[in-house]
């Protein structure tokens, strides 16, 4: 019996470990990578390297088999002592790759510990050395920002093409003068005849900021000025300026700075002077609106609990571009690296006699890395500089900083510039101080009645996010708006070739000027109308009533430990119970002295005995068995303390296993849904989103598709949302609703029945309809665009998705404490095992009753059938604890009442069915009766011992010698 439990034991080990294997395959490996920020700094930063880590977790086209984590610590500005601490930390950790700060001094510190750790160090700052410095200084650190040698070249190539002569430098420190060494370098090939010449100054600030040296430069005759600062001051450098006559008509200023399209300049426009400037990132490209719009929607919610947070106002500085491409240059890196390697993160220590040994191949991979960023391509050299790099060249027109060239390191300058008129010279603002017709229809939480006890009129009935949307638009580009309602309720369709209905409809033929509601952006809209970009993206998803809690399970009260824990708590249980068996035949100590000295030494821990011992103390109700020799107590109290802390770690998960419901989920995706037959679903009838289906190659959407027009069509496709909204709600599960995402998230704000099951079957967004060949087009783009990027549209969304009209209300309900009462269902498993245990113990019983009755039956000479009436018989009297025996051959039975209360039988009497003391049993223990007599190994036999039981009354002389001896004393025979 216990090799066979030692074979399904070890089965079971065996199918566990090769469990583990499988999911260890399947799931990814964890890495972690850190970023050091400097205290203070931009809160965006920690946002974009983030962000990067979740999106290349997202897409595992990017890293596939490998999970980035991300760690980030935070050093005072340009403390080298903690800059080691916080390294040392991180690699003790085991990170892979650190992402340097800003602050000079802590990065240099930093990258000399990660070279000598062969660990990648990537930097996103200014680098104020030249090529070969950072080529000797570390084959293991790699910097995204744009190479200064090649930047400055840049500088020279504008300067050139505009024909610049008497240049004025103004630069913030010497080491940004490194940025402007190739327009240094150009002064030693001037000729003699040339008229190239720089007059340089430094931006020294005092008492006055620095408007003494721009009064210098405002005296002087120089009006070409390179203005080499950072963001930081440029704002303040600029407005000085504008004090003491420097921003005027005739002065051209080149910034240095690429992050001058972040800095407001609408109050330098008026004035006639050029700006120049140059921008690595491009925001117009679709990447990089998405990674503003979620930095922008991140600070933002951060902003609802900390209030000192400025959210960004449009444009993406480079920093927060570079530290979001870094993170996916490394990733690809580290794809390539773990498809021809098995890379592991290890803990590394500071002392530096360790070193990370895939750094070094990693390293490699990363200098032949190349891809388009948010800051345009990103290729390193040999020495893990970026001098392969595209600008963007820009210059202050009247709508802003407007592209009008390029330069690349291939090409170099290229200009295309496009003129703008200027406000008073030229055209009008096509929009401005104008009166439009915005037509739309009334559905929550776009457009609403206002609620209210007045009588209200105009745009002042109407509330909603439409409403606020056309109210933000009207402010930026300066016109006014009437708003009215569709007249017939429809978004717009074409009934026939160029006649359009619903909202569409009156925006063809001239009632409305712009339509802004929840109206999709299709195909066949697009062809006949004008669309904004998306002021809101969504797809269709599934409408369906919430997860309800899974019926409590029968057997619940195994949850709490996994079946591992139960397969090696019986392991132990086993190996225990015959450990405590042989320990037990070990001792001398454990082998009790009989009380006469012809009985034989017992024990109490047989086989049995041990295993009802250890059962006993586990389930915490011991038993009648003595420890007595010393190893067994040590044994027992180290089997109580293992029972005491299993018992306690079930009782303790049970409680919360039993409080928590698990809820049950009948699908999850629209796989699900189209795999089953009991649920149904539909759309509404004629609608975009049946469309979509009736459109769709996927297989899943046709198999959806064919039931949705099948014999059940009139059954599942309804006339609107709401009929479906309702029918979801009353068929309690039995039915589910395609709508759009937007719509569901509104709803189940509110009703709180229902939930969004899945993801997005498609994308697509929610435009500005308008007619073609309007000029309105580009200007509502723009101004969307600008609501988008400061975040006004993800506020409103809050507002009125969250807050407005019982916004809010499901979080609320659901937000109760408390502990809900255990129900029968839920314990229902543990009476069911106790019924189970008295059944079985019946059939022992009857078992018992039925071989013991046989035997009494053949001792007495009488039939069974006989033998088992009698029992019966005396068994269901239900009184008494004393019976009459009856000896085999004798009439002489005894006359003892039936109705006496003693608990024992007598000692000379022998029971039914052979219950006989056995001569080696004392005090009439069961153990030492059935299971206890087993023969001391120690024991050497005196002659006393072979004596039959009834010459031990003559043997009074043995007896007295024996008495009191030791029991492993061997006793001479004479």
Same mark, same amino acid.
């Given at each position: 019996?216990?090799?066979?439990?030692?074979?399904?034991?070890?089965?079971?080990?065996?199918?566990?470990?090769?469990?583990?294997?499988?999911?260890?395959?399947?799931?990814?490996?964890?890495?972690?990578?850190?970023?050091?920020?400097?205290?203070? *700094?931009?809160?965006?930063?920690?946002?974009?390297?983030?962000?990067?880590?979740?999106?290349?977790?997202?897409?595992?086209?990017?890293?596939?088999?490998?999970?980035?984590?991300?760690?980030?610590?935070? @050093?005072?500005? *340009?403390?080298?002592?903690?800059?080691?601490?916080?390294?040392?930390?991180?690699?003790?950790?085991?990170?892979?790759?650190?992402? =340097?700060?800003?602050?000079?001094?802590?990065?240099?510190?930093?990258?000399?510990?990660?070279?000598?750790?062969?660990?990648?160090?990537?930097?996103?700052?200014w680098n104020y050395r030249s090529q070969n410095v950072i080529g000797k200084a570390g084959d293991y650190a790699f910097n995204l920002h744009p190479d200064i040698t090649t930047l400055s070249r840049a500088y020279l190539d504008l300067m050139e093409a505009?024909?610049?002569?008497?240049?004025?430098?103004?630069?913030?420190?010497?080491? %940004?003068?490194?940025?402007?060494?190739?327009?240094?370098?150009?002064?030693?090939?001037?000729?003699?005849?040339?008229?190239?010449?720089?007059?340089?100054?430094?931006?020294?600030?005092?008492?006055?900021?620095?408007?003494?040296?721009?009064?210098?430069?405002?005296?002087?005759?120089?009006?070409?000025?390179?203005?080499?600062?950072?963001?930081?001051?440029?704002?303040?450098?600029?407005?000085?300026?504008?004090?003491?006559?420097?921003?005027?008509?005739?002065?051209?200023?080149?910034?240095? $700075?690429?992050?001058?399209?972040?800095?407001?300049?609408?109050?330098?426009?008026?004035?006639?002077?050029?700006?120049? +400037?140059?921008?690595?990132?491009?925001?117009?490209?679709?990447?990089?609106?998405?990674?503003?719009?979620?930095?922008?929607?991140?600070?933002?919610?951060?902003?609802?609990?900390? +209030?000192?947070?400025?959210?960004?106002?449009?444009?993406?500085?480079?920093?927060?571009?570079?530290?979001?491409?870094?993170?996916?240059?490394?990733?690809?890196?580290?794809?390539?690296?773990?498809?021809?390697?098995?890379?592991?993160?290890?803990?590394?220590?500071?002392?530096?006699?360790?070193?990370?040994?895939?750094?070094?191949?990693?390293?490699?991979?990363?200098?032949?890395?190349?891809? @388009?960023?948010?800051?345009?391509?990103?290729?390193?050299?040999?020495? =893990?500089?970026?001098?392969?790099?595209?600008?963007?060249?820009?210059?202050?027109?009247?709508?802003?900083?407007?592209?009008? =060239?390029?330069?690349?390191?291939?090409?170099?300058?290229?200009?295309?510039?496009?003129?703008?008129?200027?406000?008073?010279?030229?055209?009008?603002?096509?929009?401005?101080?104008?009166?439009?017709?915005?037509?739309?229809?009334?559905?929550?939480?776009?457009?609403?009645?206002?609620? %209210?006890?007045?009588?209200?009129?105009?745009?002042?009935?109407?509330?909603?996010?439409?409403?606020?949307?056309?109210?933000?638009?009207?402010?930026?580009?300066?016109?006014?708006?009437?708003?009215?309602?569709?007249?017939?309720?429809?978004?717009?369709?074409?009934?026939?070739?160029?006649?359009?209905? *619903?909202?569409?409809?009156?925006?063809?033929?001239?009632?409305?000027?712009?339509?802004?509601? #929840?109206?999709?952006?299709? %195909?066949?809209?697009?062809?006949?109308?004008?669309?904004t970009i998306p002021w809101l993206n969504l797809g269709i998803s599934i409408l369906y009533v919430q997860p309800r809690p899974a019926a409590p399970s029968l057997i619940a009260f195994l949850d709490p430990f996994t079946t591992d824990v139960y397969i090696?708590?019986?392991?132990?249980?086993?190996?225990?119970?015959?450990? /405590?068996?042989?320990?037990?035949?070990?001792?001398?100590?454990?082998?009790?002295?009989?009380?006469?000295?012809? #009985?034989?030494?017992?024990?109490?821990?047989?086989?049995?005995?041990?295993?009802?011992?250890? /059962?006993?103390?586990?389930?915490?109700?011991?038993?009648?068995?003595?420890?007595?020799?010393?190893?067994?107590?040590?044994?027992?109290?180290?089997?109580?303390?293992?029972?005491? @802390?299993?018992?306690?770690?079930?009782?303790?998960?049970?409680?919360?296993?039993?409080?928590?419901?698990?809820?049950?989920?009948?699908?999850?995706?629209?796989?699900?849904?189209?795999?089953?037959?009991?649920?149904?679903?539909?759309?509404?009838?004629?609608?975009?989103? +049946?469309?979509?289906?009736?459109?769709?190659?996927? #297989?899943?959407?046709?198999?959806?598709?064919?039931?949705?027009?099948?014999?059940?069509?009139?059954?599942?496709?309804?006339?609107?949302?709401?009929?479906?909204?309702?029918?979801?709600?009353?068929?309690?599960?039995?039915?589910?609703?395609?709508?759009?995402?937007?719509?569901?998230?509104?709803?189940?704000?509110?009703?709180?029945?229902?939930?969004?099951?899945?993801?997005?079957?498609?994308?697509?967004?929610? =435009?500005?309809?308008?007619?073609?060949?309007?000029?309105?087009?580009?200007?509502?783009?723009?101004?969307?665009?600008?609501?988008?990027?400061?975040?006004?549209?993800?506020?409103?969304?809050?507002?009125?998705?969250?807050?407005?009209? *019982?916004?809010?209300?499901?979080?609320?309900?659901?937000?109760?404490?408390?502990? !809900?009462?255990?129900?029968?269902? !839920?314990?229902?498993?543990?009476?069911? &095992?106790?019924?189970?245990?008295?059944?079985?113990?019946?059939?022992?019983?009857?078992?018992?009753?039925?071989?013991?009755?046989?035997?009494?039956?053949?001792?007495?000479?009488?039939?069974?059938?006989?033998?088992?009436?009698?029992?019966?018989?005396?068994?269901?009297?239900?009184?008494?604890?004393?019976?009459?025996?009856?000896?085999?051959?004798?009439?002489?039975?005894?006359?003892?009442?039936?109705?006496?209360? $003693?608990?024992?039988?007598?000692?000379?009497?022998?029971?039914?069915?052979?219950?006989?003391?056995?001569?080696?049993?004392?005090?009439?223990? @069961?153990?030492?009766?059935?299971?206890?007599? &087993?023969?001391?190994?120690?024991?050497?036999?005196?002659?006393?011992?072979?004596?039959?039981?009834?010459?031990?009354?003559?043997?009074?002389?043995?007896?007295?010698?024996?008495?009191?001896?030791?029991?492993?004393?061997?006793?001479d025979d004479d």
């Amino acid at each position: 019996m216990v090799s066979s439990m030692g074979v399904l034991v070890l089965w079971g080990a065996m199918v566990l470990v090769m469990t583990s294997m499988v999911a260890g395959q399947a799931m990814p490996r964890q890495m972690t990578i850190a970023a050091i920020f400097d205290e203070g *700094g931009d809160k965006k930063h920690e946002l974009a390297f983030r962000h990067a880590v979740q999106s290349i977790n997202r897409n595992r086209d990017i890293l596939s088999g490998v999970e980035l984590t991300a760690e980030i610590v935070y @050093i005072p500005e *340009g403390n080298t002592y903690q800059a080691e601490r916080k390294t040392c930390y991180l690699l003790e950790k085991g990170v892979v790759a650190i992402f =340097g700060p800003l602050s000079k001094p802590s990065s240099e510190h930093i990258k000399s510990i990660t070279d000598s750790m062969e660990i990648p160090y990537i930097e996103t700052r200014w680098n104020y050395r030249s090529q070969n410095v950072i080529g000797k200084a570390g084959d293991y650190a790699f910097n995204l920002h744009p190479d200064i040698t090649t930047l400055s070249r840049a500088y020279l190539d504008l300067m050139e093409a505009y024909e610049w002569k008497t240049i004025t430098i103004l630069y913030q420190d010497n080491d %940004s003068m490194m940025t402007l060494k190739e327009i240094l370098d150009h002064t030693s090939t001037v000729g003699p005849m040339d008229e190239f010449r720089l007059v340089i100054k430094q931006l020294e600030h005092n008492e006055n900021g620095y408007r003494d040296v721009l009064k210098e430069i405002y005296f002087s005759d120089s009006n070409l000025i390179v203005l080499d600062c950072e963001k930081s001051i440029l704002d303040e450098v600029l407005k000085q300026a504008q004090q003491v006559g420097l921003i005027s008509q005739g002065y051209y200023f080149l910034l240095t $700075s690429l992050d001058a399209h972040t800095v407001n300049l609408e109050d330098y426009k008026y004035g006639g002077t050029n700006f120049t +400037a140059f921008r690595l990132i491009d925001v117009d490209k679709p990447e990089v609106q998405n990674v503003i719009y979620s930095i922008v929607e991140s600070m933002i919610d951060t902003e609802l609990r900390m +209030a000192n947070i400025n959210v960004p106002e449009g444009n993406l500085d480079t920093t927060t571009a570079l530290i979001y491409d870094s993170v996916h240059a490394f990733a690809l890196a580290l794809n390539e690296l773990t498809a021809v390697q098995q890379v592991r993160q290890r803990p590394l220590d500071c002392s530096g006699q360790t070193a990370w040994v895939h750094g070094n191949s990693l390293v490699n991979y990363m200098k032949m890395v190349e891809f @388009i960023g948010l800051s345009g391509p990103i290729k390193f050299d040999a020495s =893990g500089l970026r001098t392969q790099y595209a600008m963007d060249l820009m210059e202050l027109q009247m709508g802003g900083l407007t592209k009008v =060239g390029t330069w690349n390191t291939l090409d170099r300058l290229g200009l295309a510039r496009v003129e703008e008129e200027s406000a008073d010279g030229g055209a009008p603002h096509p929009m401005a101080n104008k009166t439009f017709v915005i037509c739309g229809v009334l559905n929550p939480p776009y457009t609403m009645y206002v609620e %209210s006890f007045e009588k209200l009129s105009g745009n002042g009935r109407y509330e909603g996010f439409a409403m606020d949307l056309a109210n933000e638009l009207s402010l930026i580009l300066g016109f006014n708006f009437t708003f009215k309602l569709v007249d017939d309720g429809k978004y717009g369709s074409e009934t026939s070739p160029g006649n359009w209905n *619903g909202m569409l409809g009156e925006v063809h033929e001239g009632i409305a000027d712009f339509v802004i509601a #929840d109206i999709s952006i299709t %195909s066949s809209r697009a062809g006949a109308f004008a669309f904004t970009i998306p002021w809101l993206n969504l797809g269709i998803s599934i409408l369906y009533v919430q997860p309800r809690p899974a019926a409590p399970s029968l057997i619940a009260f195994l949850d709490p430990f996994t079946t591992d824990v139960y397969i090696y708590t019986m392991l132990v249980f086993v190996m225990t119970s015959l450990c /405590l068996y042989v320990l037990a035949r070990f001792s001398p100590n454990q082998w009790e002295e009989p009380p006469d000295p012809g #009985d034989e030494f017992t024990n109490c821990f047989t086989m049995l005995g041990s295993f009802w011992f250890t /059962l006993g103390a586990f389930l915490g109700q011991g038993s009648d068995l003595t420890c007595i020799s010393i190893n067994i107590r040590f044994a027992a109290c180290f089997w109580f303390f293992f029972a005491l @802390i299993m018992i306690a770690s079930y009782t303790a998960n049970l409680a919360a296993f039993l409080t928590v419901e698990t809820l049950e989920r009948p699908i999850e995706s629209v796989e699900d849904l189209a795999n089953q037959n009991e649920i149904w679903y539909g759309a509404v009838v004629g609608g975009s989103t +049946a469309g979509f289906f009736k459109k769709s190659e996927n #297989d899943v959407y046709m198999r959806l598709n064919e039931f949705m027009s099948g014999v059940h069509n009139s059954e599942v496709m309804l006339n609107s949302n709401m009929e479906g909204v309702e029918k979801v709600e009353e068929s309690d599960g039995k039915y589910a609703f395609f709508m759009e995402s937007a719509s569901i998230q509104y709803l189940v704000e509110r009703r709180c029945k229902l939930s969004q099951v899945g993801g997005l079957l498609d994308s697509k967004g929610y =435009g500005i309809a308008t007619q073609k060949g309007t000029p309105y087009k580009d200007l509502l783009d723009n101004a969307i665009l600008k609501l988008l990027e400061g975040g006004t549209l993800h506020k409103l969304r809050t507002k009125w998705w969250k807050q407005k009209r *019982g916004g809010g209300a499901c979080l609320s309900a659901g937000g109760g404490g408390g502990v !809900s009462p255990l129900g029968l269902s !839920s314990v229902l498993g543990v009476f069911l &095992v106790t019924m189970l245990g008295c059944a079985i113990a019946t059939v022992f019983a009857i078992i018992e009753f039925l071989y013991g009755t046989s035997q009494a039956a053949k001792e007495a000479g009488v039939s069974w059938v006989e033998e088992m009436t009698c029992e019966l018989k005396f068994i269901f009297q239900c009184h008494g604890n004393t019976k009459e025996l009856r000896n085999r051959g004798s009439d002489s039975d005894s006359n003892k009442s039936g109705n006496s209360q $003693s608990s024992h039988l007598s000692l000379d009497e022998s029971p039914p069915y052979s219950r006989k003391k056995s001569n080696y049993s004392r005090n009439g223990s @069961i153990y030492k009766n059935n299971i206890g007599m &087993v023969e001391s190994p120690y024991e050497v036999k005196s002659e006393h011992s072979h004596k039959t039981q009834n010459d031990k009354p003559d043997s009074d002389e043995g007896e007295e010698s024996s008495k009191n001896g030791n029991p492993f004393e061997t006793v001479d025979d004479d």
